[in-house]
Structure formats: C-alpha cells, structure tokens
C-alpha cells in the first residue's frame, strides 16, 4: 500500500470517528434520556437515535440522521398535542417506519439487508 493510500486510510477512518463522536455527544447532552439514550449505525451512513425520559412533554424521540447530527432525514417525538412524525427525506420513511415499529429488535427489524451496529454512549 502507498504511503498516499495510507494517508487517505487514516483520514477516512478520524472523520468517521469524528462523525460517531458528534454523535456521542449529541447523545450525552440530551435532556430527558433517563429511561432511553440509545445510538445505532445504520449501513454506515446513518444515524438512528433513540431517547426516553420521565417528561411531561417531549418524553421521548426517535431521530433518523444520514452522515452528520445536522442532517435529520426523519423524526418522532413526543409532544403536548401527541406524536409527531416528520421527514425531511420523504425515501427514508419506509425505513424510519420499520425501525421505529420494532425497537425492541437488535437489528431494529431490518434484517439481514442493512447493517445495524450499537453505538456506546458512556454517560457524560
């Protein structure tokens, strides 16, 4: 291997983990995660977020993100007037669907044709 390739390797490798550290602490600095603060890679280019906590309102919340925690491809969250469900990538609802009907599942019920990896999120 060319010390180039080596070079654009590493690079590749610090700005995914970049991306997961965004990530991270995203997750450690939510309010109401007492119940739920869980992060998944999903195919290596998304983000599921799933969030729980004892409040009146915004109890929980479940975020599809693609490659930065700026980029919000689907949510749902709790609300006063009820769930709200909203995506910005109308391609990504099926998926959220899926994924957000079976959170109880490893492979949040997408089987053997996506990859889904847990995310550790240590508390802050």
């Given at each position: 291997m060319a010390?180039?390739?080596?070079?654009?390797?590493?690079?590749?490798?610090?700005?995914?983990?970049?991306l997961t550290a965004d990530?991270?602490?995203?997750?450690?600095?939510?309010?109401?995660?007492?119940?739920?603060?869980?992060?998944?890679?999903?195919?290596?280019?998304?983000?599921?977020?799933d969030r729980a906590g004892h409040c009146p309102d915004n109890s929980y919340g479940r975020i599809l993100f693609g490659a930065t925690p700026q980029q919000v491809l689907c949510s749902l969250s709790d609300s006063i007037?009820?769930?709200?469900?909203?995506?910005?990538?109308?391609?990504?609802?099926?998926?959220?669907?899926?994924?957000?009907?079976?959170?109880?599942?490893s492979d949040l019920g997408l089987g053997g044709a996506h990859q889904v990896e847990p995310i550790a999120v240590p508390p802050h």
């Open positions: 010390s180039s390739e080596k070079l654009i390797g590493a690079a590749s490798m610090a700005a995914s983990m970049l990530f991270i602490a995203m997750a450690q600095a939510a309010d109401c995660a007492d119940l739920s603060n869980r992060l998944y890679i999903i195919d290596k280019t998304m983000v599921f977020w007037a009820g769930p709200r469900t909203s995506c910005n990538d109308e391609s990504s609802r099926p998926l959220f669907a899926t994924i957000t009907s079976n959170l109880d599942k």
